[in-house]
């Protein structure tokens, strides 16, 4: 169970922590312009080494509005002036409301700290909204309780002590909120699927890490929060077997991949990052319930890791149903992590 981090020093402690570990991965490249609506100004700039994602970090305490941790995040381009804002993970300070979009919250049992985001997306075009970005992503939403007993949801970025999985973690937001803007500029976004966005989530959590051991607990919640990127590694991965003539991949809340032909969908995978018995129980239901009444699809898969074997009646349950299983396994390298996938 995740609990909201409220007191000022620890968030701001927290916020040390996440600072340091994401500039082990990026160069400092100077004071670099940054604009936003009716101001900008100049900021020492980070770059991770990889990506040309940028990232700047400060506390600002306006004249008016809520004092905060300023996380912000972009795409550097050295041939501009003034860089954009992608999206910001900013933390509040004198306050705990939701009107700021990120937070820290800590596991109860291994004492391990996330960055959250609400999935509170700003940007101006139309289409860009909290309520549309939840719809079409595929990022997972999870229960963080605050001391006051209410309950509220966020996206897992990462943990702040871990540097790789918090670089790649952010890095994966950031990617899923330029591709949500740029399909509102173009006006490709569909968002008329009838989901309520407070519902429309499987919240995982609580079905796969109740009971668990401390140290397995740690481990399997990590892989929890690589789910953008396995979901993001499954799409490269199916496209690398090949697409026929009209077909193409999608995505969207409800399904984390399916391939689409002539408009109507033949393939849909679901990724678990467990296989312990409820979460099994879910996803078959999953794959069934999105597949019911769409004679097109001829598959079904279920993408599990492969440290999670299947107990004897699953597998049988599976076959009857016509259920194929794709494992995948995750590795660390010094600089990125890889997902690879089991043929």
Same mark, same amino acid.
Request: with cysteine; hydrophobic share 35%; net charge positive.
């Given at each position: 169970?995740?609990?909201?981090?409220?007191?000022?020093?620890?968030?701001?402690?927290?916020?040390?922590?996440?600072?340091?570990?994401?500039?082990?991965?990026? #160069?400092?490249?100077?004071?670099?312009?940054?604009?936003?609506?009716?101001?900008?100004?100049?900021?020492?700039?980070?770059? %991770?080494?990889?990506?040309?994602?940028?990232?700047?970090?400060?506390?600002?305490?306006?004249?008016?509005?809520?004092?905060?941790?300023? %996380?912000?995040?972009?795409?550097?381009?050295?041939?501009?002036? +003034?860089?954009?804002?992608? *999206?910001?993970?900013?933390?509040?300070?004198?306050?705990?409301?939701? %009107? *700021?979009?990120?937070?820290?919250?800590?596991?109860?049992?291994?004492?391990?700290?996330?960055?959250?985001?609400? !999935?509170?997306? /700003?940007?101006?075009?139309?289409?860009?909204?909290?309520?549309?970005?939840?719809?079409?992503?595929?990022?997972?939403?999870?229960? =963080?309780?605050?001391?006051?007993?209410?309950?509220?949801?966020?996206?897992?970025?990462?943990?702040?002590?871990?540097?790789?999985?918090?670089?790649?973690? *952010?890095?994966?937001?950031? %990617?899923? =909120?330029?591709?949500?803007?740029?399909?509102?500029?173009?006006? +490709?976004?569909?968002?008329?699927?009838?989901?309520?966005?407070?519902?429309?989530?499987?919240?995982?959590?609580?079905?796969?890490?109740?009971?668990?051991?401390?140290?397995?607990?740690?481990?399997?919640?990590?892989?929890?929060?690589?789910? /953008?990127?396995?979901? $993001?590694?499954?799409?490269?991965?199916?496209?690398?077997?090949?697409?026929?003539? !009209?077909?193409?991949? #999608?995505?969207?809340?409800?399904? $984390?991949?399916? =391939?689409?032909?002539?408009?109507?969908?033949?393939?849909?995978?679901?990724?678990?990052?467990?296989?312990?018995?409820?979460?099994?129980?879910?996803?078959?239901?999953?794959?069934?319930?999105? +597949?019911? !009444?769409?004679?097109?699809?001829?598959?079904?898969?279920? *993408?599990?890791?492969?440290? +999670?074997?299947? $107990?004897?009646?699953?597998?049988?349950?599976? #076959?009857?149903?016509?259920?194929?299983?794709?494992?995948?396994?995750?590795?660390?390298?010094?600089?990125?992590?890889?997902?690879?996938?089991?043929?």
């Amino acid at each position: 169970m995740l609990h909201l981090i409220t007191e000022d020093k620890q968030k701001q402690n927290c916020q040390k922590t996440l600072a340091k570990n994401l500039r082990k991965f990026m #160069s400092n490249i100077g004071e670099r312009q940054i604009g936003y609506p009716g101001d900008n100004e100049f900021v020492t700039m980070f770059k %991770n080494n990889r990506t040309n994602l940028w990232f700047v970090a400060k506390t600002i305490t306006p004249k008016k509005g809520t004092k905060k941790l300023w %996380n912000a995040f972009g795409i550097f381009n050295k041939d501009i002036r +003034s860089h954009n804002i992608v *999206v910001e993970a900013n933390i509040p300070l004198k306050t705990n409301a939701q %009107n *700021v979009a990120g937070f820290f919250a800590k596991e109860q049992i291994t004492g391990r700290i996330y960055l959250l985001h609400t !999935g509170k997306i /700003g940007g101006g075009a139309k289409g860009v909204s909290k309520s549309n970005f939840l719809r079409t992503t595929t990022l997972k939403l999870v229960d =963080v309780h605050d001391p006051n007993g209410k309950t509220r949801k966020g996206i897992v970025l990462g943990p702040i002590d871990d540097a790789l999985v918090i670089n790649e973690g *952010v890095l994966n937001f950031a %990617n899923h =909120v330029i591709e949500f803007k740029k399909a509102a500029r173009e006006g +490709s976004l569909k968002t008329d699927d009838g989901l309520s966005t407070e519902n429309q989530f499987d919240d995982q959590y609580t079905a796969e890490f109740s009971g668990l051991k401390s140290g397995k607990r740690r481990e399997d919640f990590d892989y929890y929060t690589y789910h /953008g990127i396995i979901v $993001d590694n499954l799409v490269r991965y199916r496209k690398g077997q090949g697409l026929y003539e !009209g077909e193409h991949i #999608s995505n969207d809340a409800k399904i $984390d991949l399916k =391939v689409i032909k002539n408009g109507k969908i033949t393939e849909i995978y679901e990724v678990k990052t467990s296989s312990v018995r409820q979460v099994l129980y879910t996803a078959i239901g999953q794959l069934m319930t999105h +597949s019911c !009444g769409k004679a097109a699809i001829n598959k079904r898969t279920l *993408v599990i890791p492969k440290s +999670s074997p299947l $107990d004897s009646d699953f597998r049988l349950t599976l #076959s009857e149903h016509n259920i194929k299983v794709q494992y995948f396994n995750l590795k660390r390298t010094k600089h990125k992590i890889n997902v690879d996938f089991l043929d």
